[in-house]
């Protein structure tokens, strides 16, 4: 009797399992183009922003260098890509992760356009866990903060100069929040200093892999 | 429990057994992800399409699993019903999928599904379950809505922000600032705000409760008087 009762709820279960997976592969099969489609677009949205169509005719998701933990300054935790934007074949500017390690919550993720003249194309926070209302400012759909590094290169302001105003730096900090700008300015500051010391191969004919690459 | 009316299903699910205020289910996506009225929104339609889903697969199965099995069976079929509906997020409103985060898959722990799987779709027929499972998750919204409006307009001055997220680029312009020069009050947006604002929810809805009960009692107390003559002459029954 119990026995029975035991293979028959086996059974029955076993049969939901499959019929479950069943599901789940079909809506995952069906779904799997679009989300990879969707993926893209929601990368290839940040890139554009920091270097917009307007200034390069290449797809930067197709044209990258891998970049991984070991780059000096860039304190990435991952693999990941340094997107080349060009125009025709010459480099207008290139795209790099860079993590700030010090966030007030968590790292914060973020992505420093560079352009060929060493001047910031732009800065954008990818992922953060900034307090909402004080650090998320650095979220382009919050503040428009980020944009005041646009334009900056190592020389301008001189790299003492690159901190928020309350360290006697050029950038603002955000009300009631000094951690989270101070974070983004060094990791923006490291950014342009490992584009500077990589600047051949970045900016070259892109055949070599950056220090720090495999 | 044969002869459900829709009428009271709608009751239950939207003011009486109100899951998000009454109930209190599913309070950790509840308070977690409504800084504002756009998340409401997609967790509320999200909640809602796997509570949909849930019910109608518990109740087409009522019959064939038995008690000692029903529990897993139906966390598989919520598990399954999330995960899908997780993946069409992904492909149709991907933003939206990013900003929820792990409270989508965290559905499948939201007390509310499982509990109307059990309480009510494993008893009843499939066109009830459906609706009750639809009229639970517009209450639960709706409360998620309330919430995320007020907790964005306290917090930001502001409302309908980052509509485009679920709407496309044209709801973009939806946003309506209600306070100009408003200074951010961050007390909303963090957890404790999200409890502050239940907690004056729940209390809103005792209180118009309470002004009903007193009301209807008002109304009944005179045919009680009445009533009590004939029986003293007829059979108590």
């Known amino acids: 009797m119990l026995a029975r009762s035991m293979t028959r709820n086996g059974v029955l279960l076993g049969l939901f399992a499959v019929c479950t997976t069943l599901l789940i592969a079909g809506t995952y099969l069906s779904t799997r183009d679009k989300i990879a489609l969707e993926k893209r677009r929601a ?172 | 429990m044969s002869e459900v009316s829709y009428r009271d299903l709608s009751f239950n699910g939207l003011w009486k057994n109100n899951p998000a205020i009454v109930q209190l289910l599913g309070l950790c996506p509840l308070l977690a992800v409504t800084g504002s009225v756009v998340n409401a929104i997609g967790l509320g339609v999200a909640t809602t399409m796997v509570l949909v889903c849930s019910n109608t697969s518990v109740s087409l199965i009522r019959n064939v699993v038995s008690d000692a099995v029903r529990l897993p069976a139906f966390v598989m079929i919520i598990a399954a019903a999330v995960t899908c509906i997780e993946l069409l997020m992904q492909a149709f409103a991907y933003e939206m999928y990013q900003i929820l985060g792990i409270f989508l898959p965290l559905i499948t722990t939201n007390c509310v599904i499982l509990g109307r799987a059990d309480g009510f779709a494993a008893k009843n027929a499939l066109g009830p379950s459906i609706y009750d499972g639809f009229i639970m998750g517009v209450g639960f919204s709706i409360i998620l809505l309330l919430l995320g409006g007020l907790r964005e307009l306290s917090g930001t001055g502001a409302l309908f922000a980052n509509m485009d997220l679920l709407f496309g680029p044209g709801a973009a312009s939806w946003k309506v600032v209600v306070f100009e020069d408003y200074q951010p009050f961050l007390l909303a947006i963090l957890p404790p705000g999200a409890f502050i604002f239940t907690g004056l929810l729940i209390a809103l809805k005792n209180l118009i409760d309470d002004r009903i009960k007193k009301r209807q009692d008002a109304l009944k107390e005179r045919p009680v008087k009445g009533a009590k003559r004939v029986r003293v002459t007829g059979t108590i029954s």
């Open chain 1, 43 to 214: 990368e290839e949205k940040a890139l554009l922003e920091v270097v917009p169509r307007s200034r390069h005719d290449n797809s930067m998701l197709d044209e990258t260098m891998p970049v991984g933990p070991e780059a000096e300054g860039l304190g990435l935790r991952e693999q990941k890509r340094i997107y080349v934007a060009r125009s025709g074949s010459e480099v207008v500017a290139v795209v790099i992760p860079v993590t700030a390690p010090d966030g007030y919550t968590d790292a914060i993720d973020l992505i420093v356009g560079v352009n060929a003249d060493g001047t910031v194309a732009g800065v954008r926070a990818l992922a953060h866990k900034e307090t909402p209302g004080l650090g998320d400012k650095v979220d382009i759909k919050k503040s428009d903060w980020v944009l005041g590094f646009e334009g900056r290169s190592l020389e301008n302001p001189e790299p003492s100069g690159w901190a928020v105003k309350k360290d006697r730096g050029v950038f603002d900090q955000f009300t009631g929040a000094t951690i989270t700008p101070r974070a983004v300015v060094a990791a923006t500051l490291r950014a342009l200093q490992y584009a500077q010391a990589n600047r051949e191969v970045l900016f070259g004919d892109g055949d070599e892999a950056p220090v720090g690459g495999s």
